[in-house]
């Protein structure tokens, strides 16, 4: 479903190019996050993970909002 509502088919226009190089890091921090969560438990990264998740959907929303 991500890369549908991300890509819709379309290929990505230039201006785009900065979404992409977001999603990679927002993915990047995403996966350590997911590392630590199995190490230590989800409680000791929830505050991380809600902050995360809300600049990916505020990212998603400026995608779908510009297209």
Do not use: P, W, Y
Request: aromatic share 6%; hydrophobic share 45%.
């Amino acid at each position: 479903e991500f890369r549908r509502v991300l890509f819709r088919s379309e290929r990505l226009r230039r201006e785009h190019l900065d979404f992409v190089t977001q999603l990679k890091g927002i993915a990047r921090n995403l996966n350590q996050l997911t590392r630590l969560a199995h190490a230590k438990g989800f409680s000791s990264v929830a505050s991380r993970h809600a902050a995360i998740m809300a600049c990916l959907e505020a990212l998603l929303k400026q995608i779908r909002d510009d297209r």
